[in-house]
């Protein structure tokens, strides 16, 4: 069997698979195959992948599960078990490629596949892919391809069916442990999951809306509550450390007076905590949760997930999401927070006629995202989709009304933050919500005049865009007063000799705006200041 050229095989398959009794020699010629997976020479490896792979994808999924059955019992120890998922990735990515996955072809080999994913990441395909020397010999264990082969499972997984067995191992997982790195590996896989299923083409946009409100629904109290309670016992097991140290402290007092030495006890380390501490199945449902609001977000961003704007009882779905984003929004998890904010902003922008409850829900929202603006700097995740949201919310919400104090702290955050390259975007963007919605007091007059100096002097082509556009709507539509506007209008001309040409070009072209967009009395009005410079 060593001598087969593999690379023959699948040219055979392909001439023979279509005879009567090719089925019957189906075992024998993965074993054949098989056979060849652990010779030492990474090219003639590479060869044998190749060769399954291709034979793999002409038979069709019909013989994946034998396949699968087959390289288990083949390959079930050594360092050649390395190779199994890898080889696995591979058939998998070829069909896929190839188109000859049917959805729900592979469900029946998620019980197979998923424990050899998972031994590939945690268990003992991971521990040999660590070993010395290991990298040099077997090239191929320097990666780690499970998380791809798991997100073509979602992409051709039956999603009413298939999704639950492809995530009942992991739920099962994450229900049992602590420790970061599984953590963090399993929110990857979850990830992946949420990629495949955005393009799995058997996901409708009704069974997607009613998954996803009843996942994220069903876990977001639920966590919370065990979020408040691992706070409590984080508050209680400092409270006996702080005993645990004075009574020590105590002590160590009373030997020094009687001038004899003792032995200090080392602290009790952290990772002795986290195995003392009972681990409950609640603790990270966050996972699931962020899981939900990712599909959601894919649900929102990605054009064929559109809602038709005739189509009433799909648009009537979407407007729980208000209320359900908003318990998001209030999560203990940040990144539960960030997803929660992005959802409700693409929500927000794409059906706002549609969303009722946002007219009652407005009002505390806006209080909590101008507590965030309080506690969490611009620069973060969480600081930037927070003012996106507060944008979108001013924007596209007439019945959103901003008290004197939160109209202040938009200023003061806009004055802060205008000017700065990396979060002039955001600034930009509320900025033009504010004027948009025409909010008048003194702190607009004097964050103007700022923003016709940055049109005027920004090295940025994309911040003197934008500070003319903001510059024409506020003239047209704010009350200025004679004074104030022969002031605009006086920087505007005057600027026509400024230095660089990239600050004449600027007010030449604000100035073309002026004069097409200003009432014909306006311009005649002051006919005499606009065209004599010119």
């Known amino acids: ?261 003792i032995v200090e006890l080392e602290p009790r380390k952290q990772l002795a905590k986290m195995k003392n501490m009972p681990v409950s199945s609640d603790t990270n449902l966050h996972l699931l949760t962020e899981f939900g609001l990712e599909l959601c977000h894919h649900f929102l961003s990605e054009d064929h997930f559109l809602i038709d704007p005739e189509d009433v009882d799909l648009l009537q779905m979407l407007d729980p999401y208000v209320n359900l984003l908003f318990d998001c929004l209030q999560s203990h998890y940040q990144r539960v927070t960030v997803l929660g904010i992005y959802c409700l902003t693409k929500l927000l922008v794409s059906y706002e006629k549609h969303l009722p409850s946002i007219h009652t829900l407005s009002k505390p929202i806006l209080e909590f995202l101008f507590r965030i603006l309080r506690k969490v700097s611009a620069k973060t995740d969480l600081g930037l989709e927070t003012v996106r949201l507060l944008t979108t919310l001013i924007l596209k919400c007439s019945s959103v009304e901003l008290t004197e104090e939160q109209t202040q702290q938009i200023f003061l955050f806009l004055n802060e933050h205008i000017d700065r390259p990396d979060q002039s975007d955001a600034a930009f963007s509320l900025l033009r919500a504010v004027v948009k919605r025409k909010v008048v007091c003194v702190e607009i007059y004097d964050l103007m005049k700022r923003v016709q100096e940055l049109m005027v002097q920004s090295q940025l082509e994309k911040v003197r865009k934008l500070s003319a556009s903001i510059m024409i709507n506020y003239l047209m539509e704010y009350p200025l007063g004679k004074q104030r506007l022969e002031q605009h209008l006086t920087f505007t001309i005057r600027n026509l000799q400024y230095p660089h040409l990239h600050g004449r070009e600027i007010c030449l072209e604000l100035l073309h705006l002026i004069l097409t967009h200003f009432p014909p009395a306006i311009i005649q009005q002051y006919a005499e200041m606009l065209f004599m410079p010119l």
């Open 1 to 261: 069997m060593a001598r087969v050229n593999p690379r023959k095989i699948p040219k055979a398959v392909s001439r023979e698979r279509m005879h009567p009794i090719f089925q019957q020699h189906v075992p024998k010629l993965l074993k054949i195959l098989l056979s060849n997976l652990s010779n030492r020479s990474h090219e003639a490896r590479a060869d044998v992948v190749f060769a399954i792979s291709k034979t793999m994808s002409d038979l069709g999924p019909e013989f994946f599960h034998m396949f699968v059955e087959n390289i288990n019992q083949s390959i079930s120890r050594g360092f050649s078990r390395i190779l199994v998922p890898f080889t696995i990735h591979s058939i998998l990515c070829t069909m896929r490629d190839k188109e000859t996955i049917k959805p729900g072809s592979l469900d029946r080999s998620v019980g197979y596949l998923m424990p050899i994913f998972f031994d590939d990441m945690f268990g003992k395909i991971a521990e040999k892919k660590r070993a010395n020397g290991i990298q040099e010999s077997i090239p191929e264990s320097t990666v780690t391809t499970s998380f791809e082969s798991i997100e073509v499972l979602a992409q051709f997984t039956d999603f009413n069916r298939g999704l639950s067995w492809i995530l009942r191992p992991i739920v099962k997982l994450i229900s049992r442990t602590t420790f970061p790195a599984i953590i963090s590996s399993a929110q990857k896989m979850l990830s992946h999951i949420a990629t495949g299923l955005l393009h799995n083409k058997e996901v409708k946009t009704r069974d997607l809306l009613i998954y996803v409100h009843q996942l994220v629904d069903s876990n977001i109290k639920q966590q919370e509550s065990a979020a408040k309670h691992m706070l409590h016992l984080k508050k209680t097991s400092q409270t006996n450390e702080d005993t645990d140290l004075q009574g020590y402290q105590k002590i160590k007092r009373l030997e020094n007076r009687k001038n004899t030495s």
